[in-house]
């Protein structure tokens, strides 16, 4: 008779014990990088802007003006190669940072210039998806 309410007690504790609702919406973020990585390297704005929030802001840095710099560059540089580091991604509720590693190469005019640091990410769920709100 033990055996059996030990067995019905230790399965309550794993149910109730799941995935908590932070460990079901990294995935979901890491998507949002994952799609952000591949924009960069391909060099597709249209791809690029589509995580990237229209509210987004940055030390008074807002959409367009993101959006004019990222045009800029991608027609500047000849190559771009982006790599970023396993993310460290804290949740709470609709909001979420995202902390990497990254290394990035691009050319310029034939030259390689390599920049390697760590980005803080914030992003916000929108009702399309987990959008980057700022830190690019």
Request: glycine share 8%; with cysteine.
């Amino acid at each position: 008779m033990f055996g059996r309410w030990f067995g019905i007690l230790v399965a309550a504790l794993l149910l109730a014990s799941g995935c908590s609702e932070s460990d079901r919406e990294r995935p979901e973020i890491r998507r949002t990088l994952s799609t952000r990585a591949d924009a960069l390297n391909s060099r597709d704005i249209t791809h690029y802007l589509s995580v990237v929030s229209l509210q987004y802001n940055d030390k008074g840095k807002g959409f367009t003006p993101l959006k004019e710099n990222l045009e800029k560059n991608f027609r500047d540089f000849e190559q771009i190669s982006y790599e970023a580091g396993t993310p460290s991604i804290t949740v709470d509720g609709n909001n979420a940072e995202s902390v990497a590693s990254y290394r990035m190469k691009v050319q310029v005019r034939g030259k390689e210039m390599t920049l390697n640091g760590t980005e803080h990410l914030r992003l916000a769920k929108e009702p399309e998806g987990w959008k980057i709100i700022a830190g690019i």
